[in-house]
């Protein structure tokens, strides 16, 4: 599992008139010696600061909430759940109710579709750059809110000229974390020349795939997209499902139904629990996430300095599809779960998500927990990655793939639902259906053999 | 349109050994027998009271929310919407986080499909009896909060045991007046003996489909139920489209994207320029919806005696389809409409929809301004029709279908699109698309002869 035992691609005869050889990176090789010409090239650094000392940031000294004096970006603010109308507990949370693009350039070249990535300094990144998508703005970004440079390539994906569009939906974000934040993704074909800044390279898709399996270099943004974007040859692999569409779509609604949750924003100042404490919003036992303050230098963003709040976790996620043949389909053991940052409180999950700071011991179904445990089934894939370093303060999560022979359980509760895979690619169509962390195990398996 | 204008569908000759005949209405005149009876059998009587005089309903003394005390139900509290991070209005809203069941059990009976209906008083209705869903139910109803009778059939759509599920959908409801309201949307279908109490009779499905036509008959749930069920043959008759349903679905992405709005949950007391005056919360300028309160009896409603507060709109709305052969096939100019009060903001909704007391005036295209006056095109389909009973008192909308030629404008803005029929229904199998205001239409185009 480590980047020393990838194989690297089959080195393929490239060098189409339309794309600069310069601007293609198609072995792993070539992409190690971008890669750490990007590390030399960037200059970023990040200090931890008090809250107070953050520059256009203020609390709110009515509701205590967190926020920029434009009234965009983000603002931190406080969640409250009732259950069956009484109220349950609290939290911080964070609130951005922008839509922001991630979208990812193709381009055939030599027969092979290439996708324009990037390297991207994220201020929560625990090793600065990361592979991104094309573009990675939020709205505030790309209408310039805060007066930096353009975005590159956005025209691509926001103007009318833009190419055949391959994916286009917004998807949702952290649900523990962010209240109603979902993104459009993107996938936009194009045919003719696209020039490639120094931070942008073309790479072959099934290169992409296999970096997903190196550790904290794929970062989330990426991953969400590529998961939307159906494999090659989906339309032909559709049959074989265990149930019907009709009838998945039947048991979500129901799960839907079953949730007597209900989530709301409140004022920060209202949450229990927690304390302005250092500069810091921490709860008063120290266990669970905490936001900190941030002060950034860059040398290749839109402005060179800024200041932020990020959300810092305590420990890492894990996030475990359990995954097996059925009459020789794929299939993925999903999830109904609600997370209450969620726009629809329910998303499809993977067969088991643990926050930071959640244990495996809480696993209600003994055989999951075995596999949550590492003790049941063979993993197929396993890799730290990060989330989205724009808001998360190395926010790490294990995210593993197991396989399970075909006389593994079946359905263990009314929660869980064998689905196939090409299933969950037509989910992906539509929006408030799979959660960033099924999205990220699903673009991971793109980097299995089959 | 009249109800006298209406051909009766041709009697057929039923008599399923597993259906009491008794419970069978198959021709109009049938119908009208069995609806005289029933208001004869009803005994309903709502009284306007002050709000403060509500029983087990307070206005919170912190937030001036109005809500009941079992915390369940439904609260009426403040909406507040900023545009682009800047404070713009703010007015009451209807918050009922609660998922209800709204199912309509159907029957083949002599090879024609039959809806189990129900004759159902809800104290909002002008009229007092509407045509209403087998099962129309709040989760508050059917879990016995307040302690009454069990809802009938219920057992159909919550149970494992509940027949073929034909659609099984959450679907939202009015955006300018609800906070996020969703419904499960249910077409169960039956083989066996299903007994109809008095207010339940078996209806042909055309023999439902006539009685939209006939002005505040066929009730909103009914009718959002009635649009999510795909016709016969829907399967047939995909194809022919303007748009790829791709391009659809990129294209409402798009202005799910550009809508910079955010609303919020504010406390009632907060809500600029209205006041409780009179036991009424009213806007100071008397031209918009006001909170009313209600006294109830009722001789067959779960409890015999209530009291709620409803919400009484101004002046009736307007919606209007329009709609044109391209290539022979049906396609509807829908529009992507942001509501303040819809989970997602955009759903697509009819060609023209008013709120009561917005003016035609206020439409920006002229061609579109013109079918809103009724001076272009020619109506297919024309009726005033309910808003939920259960809610809101007296509130009305004029729906309208009319046709244009082929060559009629084609996307007046790039709010609009040209969508085929088969395309709404597809996408009916999922929420956050079709806003209720269209579903009605999408009902009542089945009243058509096509």
Same mark, same amino acid.
């Given at each position: 599992m480590?980047?020393?035992?990838?194989?690297?691609? $089959?080195?393929?005869?490239?060098?189409?008139?339309?794309?600069?050889?310069?601007?293609?990176?198609?072995?792993?090789?070539?992409?190690?010696?971008?890669?750490?010409?990007?590390?030399?090239?960037?200059?970023?650094?990040?200090?931890?600061?008090?809250?107070?000392?953050?520059?256009?940031?203020?609390?709110?000294?009515?509701?205590?909430?967190?926020?920029?004096?434009?009234?965009?970006?983000?603002?931190?603010?406080?969640?409250?759940?009732?259950?069956?109308?009484?109220?349950?507990?609290? !939290?911080?949370?964070?609130?951005?109710?922008?839509?922001?693009?991630?979208?990812?350039?193709?381009?055939?070249?030599?027969?092979? $579709?290439?996708?324009?990535?990037?390297?991207?300094?994220?201020?929560?990144?625990?090793?600065?750059?990361?592979?991104?998508?094309?573009?990675?703005?939020?709205?505030?970004?790309?209408?310039?809110?805060?007066?930096?440079?353009?975005?590159?390539?956005?025209?691509?994906?926001?103007?009318?000229?833009?190419?055949?569009?391959?994916?286009?939906?917004? !998807?949702?974000? !952290?649900?523990?974390?962010?209240?109603?934040?979902?993104?459009?993704?993107?996938?936009?074909?194009?045919?003719?020349?696209?020039?490639?800044?120094?931070?942008?390279?073309?790479?072959?898709?099934?290169?992409?795939?296999?970096?997903l399996r190196i550790d904290?270099?794929?970062?989330?943004?990426?991953?969400?997209?590529?998961? %939307?974007?159906? $494999?090659?040859?989906?339309?032909?692999?559709?049959?074989?499902?265990?149930?019907?569409?009709?009838?998945?779509?039947?048991?979500?609604?129901?799960?839907?139904?079953? %949730?007597?949750?209900?989530?709301?924003?409140?004022?920060?100042?209202?949450?229990?629990?927690?304390?302005?404490?250092?500069?810091?919003?921490?709860?008063?036992?120290?266990?669970?996430?905490?936001?900190?303050?941030?002060?950034?230098?860059?040398?290749?963003?839109?402005?060179?300095?800024?200041?932020?709040?990020?959300?810092?976790?305590?420990?890492?996620?894990?996030?475990?599809?359990?995954?097996?043949?059925?009459?020789?389909?794929?299939?993925?053991?999903?999830?109904?779960?609600?997370?209450?940052?969620?726009?629809?409180?329910?998303?499809?999950?993977?067969?088991?998500?643990?926050?930071?700071?959640?244990?495996?011991?809480?696993?209600?179904?003994?055989?999951?927990?075995?596999?949550?445990?590492?003790?049941?089934?063979?993993?197929?894939f396993s890799a730290v990655l990060?989330?989205?370093?724009?808001?998360?303060?190395?926010?790490?999560?294990r995210y593993?793939?197991?396989?399970?022979?075909?006389?593994?359980?079946?359905?263990?509760?009314?929660?869980? %639902?064998?689905?196939?895979?090409? !299933?969950?690619?037509?989910?992906?169509?539509?929006?408030?259906?799979?959660?960033?962390?099924?999205?990220?195990?699903?673009?991971c398996?793109?980097?299995? $053999?089959?």
């Amino acid at each position: 599992m480590s980047e020393r035992a990838i194989t690297a691609p $089959p080195p393929v005869s490239r060098r189409l008139a339309a794309t600069d050889p310069a601007t293609v990176v198609s072995t792993l090789e070539e992409f190690e010696r971008w890669w750490a010409e990007r590390h030399r090239a960037g200059r970023f650094e990040v200090d931890r600061i008090p809250l107070t000392e953050l520059d256009s940031w203020h609390f709110d000294p009515a509701t205590g909430n967190l926020g920029h004096e434009s009234g965009r970006f983000f603002t931190v603010e406080g969640l409250q759940v009732r259950f069956g109308g009484v109220v349950e507990r609290s !939290q911080p949370v964070i609130h951005q109710p922008e839509i922001g693009v991630l979208g990812i350039l193709v381009k055939e070249i030599d027969g092979v $579709p290439h996708a324009l990535m990037q390297a991207k300094m994220e201020p929560g990144n625990v090793n600065v750059l990361q592979l991104s998508p094309t573009v990675q703005a939020t709205r505030s970004n790309y209408t310039q809110v805060h007066r930096g440079a353009q975005t590159r390539y956005l025209e691509y994906f926001t103007g009318l000229a833009r190419g055949e569009v391959l994916v286009d939906v917004l !998807q949702s974000e !952290q649900g523990a974390w962010f209240w109603h934040k979902r993104n459009r993704n993107l996938v936009v074909k194009v045919d003719g020349e696209v020039p490639a800044a120094p931070d942008f390279r073309w790479l072959p898709l099934p290169l992409v795939h296999r970096l997903l399996r190196i550790d904290n270099l794929v970062n989330m943004d990426a991953r969400t997209v590529l998961a %939307c974007l159906p $494999p090659a040859g989906a339309g032909d692999a559709a049959g074989g499902a265990r149930h019907a569409t009709a009838d998945i779509l039947s048991w979500f609604t129901e799960a839907k139904t079953r %949730c007597d949750w209900h989530a709301r924003l409140i004022p920060l100042a209202d949450v229990g629990g927690r304390t302005v404490a250092g500069g810091e919003v921490v709860d008063d036992e120290r266990r669970r996430f905490r936001i900190i303050g941030a002060r950034v230098t860059a040398g290749n963003r839109e402005v060179s300095r800024w200041t932020q709040p990020l959300l810092e976790p305590r420990g890492q996620g894990l996030a475990v599809f359990v995954t097996k043949l059925i009459g020789g389909v794929r299939h993925l053991l999903v999830q109904a779960r609600p997370e209450i940052g969620l726009l629809d409180l329910v998303e499809l999950g993977p067969t088991v998500q643990l926050s930071p700071g959640e244990d495996v011991s809480g696993i209600e179904d003994p055989l999951i927990r075995e596999v949550a445990r590492g003790k049941l089934g063979r993993t197929r894939f396993s890799a730290v990655l990060s989330e989205e370093g724009g808001r998360f303060f190395h926010a790490l999560t294990r995210y593993r793939v197991v396989e399970v022979d075909e006389d593994f359980v079946t359905e263990p509760s009314r929660d869980y %639902c064998w689905v196939a895979g090409w !299933q969950l690619t037509e989910l992906l169509r539509h929006g408030h259906y799979v959660n960033i962390e099924a999205r990220s195990l699903l673009a991971c398996l793109r980097s299995l $053999p089959s």
